[in-house]
């Protein structure tokens, strides 16, 4: 499968893209398509699975299996598929309000399982096909049709739901932001488990400039960080600044000043089991810390899907009956002659 | 029904007997009624068996809340129910008396353990004198037997402290009702050792006191008729198990996983009185069987769906509360065009309502209850080992057809158990899904229809070339993309519903039963056949004309059901449910007048209550 060569193309189906004009998702999906061509898996093998919500129509725009279900259930409508037939590469597209509120349940359990699917949190911050309401992720007092006065309600930040929920992969991309995106996204396909790529997503017309401080390429060099592994964390436009430990905490500092070196950075580790520092990282916002962009946390672990057919396999070569008739002959049973 | 047991000193033969255990929740009435029932079924006796236990896992020790029953009807030839009324009545304690002695005749037999009698036993129970026989105005033959203080002398040398030995006096209850019935004790010792395979000493102590239950029968109520019912009807040769309704219905969908050569999914949620579906399944990993324990009852609804989309046979179980959570998933499956079977173990409702209690009151929700126009497939299985059969067709006909197939059992039939003959697959039909061949390829849709069926074709992921895109989106005819055409939506509503009622041409036509010029035809659905058919026996029996439709098949109806109605003068639906039924005939055949009989109290209907009303029609000028 893997010697297959894909192009971008091969995963874009015929339909019309229907989104708003300079919206987010339109760049996601190329990102998608490319990681896809990257990954060099056929299409025929992989199925994208989304809720209801403007993202979730992207399955459409998807030259692959593809089912655009109901609001919230994403989660446990892959999840099924995933475990049916562990060989397809099962992506799930959810916005915040999909993933987060209706579908709250769903996403802590997926996780938890730790089921072998790629999570796409297309995170605009607002509802957009319901024409503007405040999101899960909506910052306190964010003024918006359903919240004129401004939300008296703390948001989720999903990387703590996704580590309250054991989640051993996280990353962070912007939407606009392609490269990176596509590194991203193939990095979650080829992780085994569930994994969570949050997509900071510009709403053009409900939420424009939510995104605004990582919108351009200088704007994220200022106030973004590209986490890689084994890699010191340096930002910055000129790539002055590094992050150190200190305490309990993260602090800034200017490398060169009160000499400080490359080597007294953090070295990032996606890869280490305690996700402590991983979560302070991907805490961080603006406009004291840069955010934190790239693959956060990515931790091996085994997944439900694959333990759910070893189990059947161990009980399979331990037990001799495997026809319904061989079983029940082999119960209690008597015989009328 | 039952015949008189009168006061002698001999062996009396029997036709049928029903024998009903009670106690305290925790005093093991259902294992000692399993067990009896199970080797009645050996001797070649019919049975049918109906335990009946409270909600609450240990209500107070003693108290009336806490009572749980199990009552097994034995019979020399076929029996239908498990009875109305009991013929020996086991009462470990006052709680339980009171509250069963509902179920008793004045010929009835009642044993009880007498060292459970005590004024602290009584006063638990709200009894406000000494005497409880008084107080409750029983003049019936009563074995008063020390159980508990027999089956602690009798494991006195076993090492066990006296409350684990007291745990075993269900066994001493079970001992002297073999001897009672004249049954050898070996079936029931080998049950007792494999159910306890991995504890021997436990099996050797429930053994030792079911021994001596049957000898202190012997030899201390020698003034006690006996009785033996033994089998007279030859049943069909082959092998049996004893199987109640969740189990039936679980190898049903096994069945069918292995005629169609999928994998069988279940995705489910625990729920009274469904769970033992999913704890079925799960025991059946050497059969391949895929079960997921979902965070919810919508998880288990939409896993299943994702499996169905992936190719698997896929069901989720649930009882009333849990369809009401599914209802949007049950909808995509519906417009995507999936096939899914999705189990209903009715209960009593609404809401939490009688969560262990047995009703019909779902009918109206399976058939209706979802937005918009969502005609789906409603099956309603009449026994316990008839949900084997109706799980089979509820599976082949969602795989045949591509659509979701909502199977209703209820909570009597899937607990109640019965003798099931084990069935030889090759006697089933074969389960062909619609599946995309290569020639189709070409221009291929995924709502593209066979024209007569109507039904779509499958094509499952991994398969090169038909990669397509379903979803809750209403879709175009002839291209499936996503429309909101008005013409186009008439178009599609009409062709999900005509798929549906092509299925009439898919499913038997309507037996009626009983007399052909019946002046009388009773009405009924899914799990009341048992009682329906017997009160159409006493009737018969009596000399009158009366017939029986018994309706399995509820979405669509069977073919003939408006010309079956059309012929009898007077006709009667009788259900668990205040007229469910009875409105969707009324609406399906114009101009249809029926009586209704209607019972809601989360207990079987009563057979001679049955013949009473029916009689009284008859005869209604």
Known sequence: MSELEFASKDFKSDQYVRWCPGCGDHALLNSLHKAMAELGIAPHNIAVISGIGCSSRLPYYMNTYGFHTIHGRAAAIATGVKVANPELSVWQISGDGDALAIGGNHFIHVLRRNVNINIVLLNNQIYGLTKGQYSPTSPRGFVSKSSPYGTIEDPFRPVELTFGARGHFFGRCVDVDGAASVEVLVASAKHKGTSVVEVLQNCVIFNDGSQSTVATKADRAKNAIYLKQGQPMIFGENNEYGLMQEGFGIKIVKIGENGITEKDLLVHDAHCEDSTLQMKLALMEGPDFPIALGVIRDVESPSYDECVHAQIEEVRAKKKDHSLEDLLMQGEIWEVK | ?621
């Open chain 2, 1 to 621: 029904m039952n015949k008189v047991m009168a006061d002698e000193m001999k062996v009396k033969d029997l036709e049928r007997v029903v024998v009903r255990f009670s106690g305290d929740s925790g005093d093991g009435m259902q294992l000692a009624g399993n067990i009896f029932s199970n080797l009645s079924a050996v001797l070649g006796n019919d049975i049918s068996t109906f335990p009946d236990y409270p909600a609450e896992i240990r209500a107070p020790q003693g108290t009336l809340s806490g009572v749980s029953g199990f009552q097994v009807h034995i019979g020399a030839k076929k029996v239908f129910t498990s009875g109305d009324k009991c013929d020996v009545l086991v009462a470990m304690n006052p709680a339980a008396l009171k509250t069963n002695i509902q179920f008793t005749t004045p010929q009835s037999v009642i044993i009880i353990d007498s060292d459970s009698f005590t004024k602290k036993d009584l006063e638990k129970a709200l009894y406000t004198t000494n005497d409880p026989f008084t107080e409750l105005n029983i003049h019936n033959q009563v074995i008063d037997a020390p159980i508990s203080s027999m089956c602690k002398d009798s494991l006195k040398e076993s090492g066990l402290d006296n409350k684990a030995a007291l745990r075993s006096k269900n066994m001493f209850a079970l001992g002297l009702v073999c001897w009672l019935f004249n049954r050898p004790l070996e079936h029931a010792m080998h049950m007792l050792q494999n159910k306890f395979s991995k504890k021997p000493s436990i099996a050797e102590a429930n053994i030792k006191v079911l021994t001596d239950g049957y000898n202190y029968g012997h030899n201390t109520h020698a003034t006690v008729s006996t009785y033996r019912v033994e089998s007279k009807e030859q049943r069909e040769k082959g092998f049996y198990t004893d199987v109640n309704g969740n189990l039936a219905t679980s190898y049903g969908l096994v069945a069918a996983a292995e005629k169609a050569g999928l994998p069988l999914f279940l995705g489910s949620y625990p729920i009274t009185p469904a769970t033992d579906i999913l704890h079925n399944l799960s025991k059946l990993k050497e059969l391949g069987v895929i079960t997921v324990q979902c965070e919810d009852e919508i998880s288990g609804c939409c896993s299943a769906i994702g499996a169905s989309f992936a190719g698997c046979l896929a069901a989720t179980s649930t009882s009333g509360p849990g369809i009401c959570l599914k209802s949007e998933a049950i909808n995509l499956a519906v417009i995507a065009e999936l096939p899914l079977v999705i189990i209903n173990v009715q209960r009593g409702g609404p809401s939490t309502g009688l969560p262990t209690k047995s009703e019909q009151t779902d009918l109206l929700q399976a058939v209706y209850g979802r937005n918009g126009e969502s005609p789906l497939v409603v099956i309603a299985a009449t026994s316990p080992t008839n949900c084997f059969d109706s799980a089979f067709m509820a599976a082949k006909i969602a795989l045949e057809h591509m659509t979701p197939v909502i199977l209703l059992t209820d909570g009597y039939i899937a607990n109640g158990s019965a003798a099931w003959k084990i069935p030889s697959m090759k006697d089933y039909p074969a389960i062909k899904p619609p599946y995309v061949t290569p020639e189709m390829q070409e221009g291929w849709k995924p709502y593209q229809r066979d024209l007569e069926s109507l039904v779509r074709y499958w094509a499952i992921p991994g398969k090169e070339g038909f990669q397509h895109r379903l979803g809750g989106l209403e879709k175009d005819y002839d291209t499936s993309a996503i429309s909101t055409d008005a013409e186009n939506h008439q178009k599609m509503t009409i062709t999900r519903q005509e798929k549906i009622n092509y299925i009439a041409n898919c499913i038997p036509e309507q037996e009626v039963l009983g007399d052909k010029d019946a002046e009388l035809l009773i009405v009924g659905w899914g799990g009341t056949y048992g009682h329906l058919y017997s009160a159409l026996e006493v009737m018969q029996a009596q000399g009158k004309k009366v017939a029986l439709a018994h309706f399995q098949y509820i979405s669509p109806l069977p073919k003939n059901t408006t010309e079956i109605l059309k012929k009898y003068k007077k006709v009667v639906v009788a259900e668990q449910n205040m007229g469910q039924f009875a409105t969707i005939l009324r609406s399906k055949v114009p101009g249809l007048n029926v009586y209704q009989f209607n019972r809601v109290k989360g207990q079987p209907f009563n057979v001679l209550r049955l013949v009473e009303e029916f009689t009284k029609i008859l005869e209604e000028k």
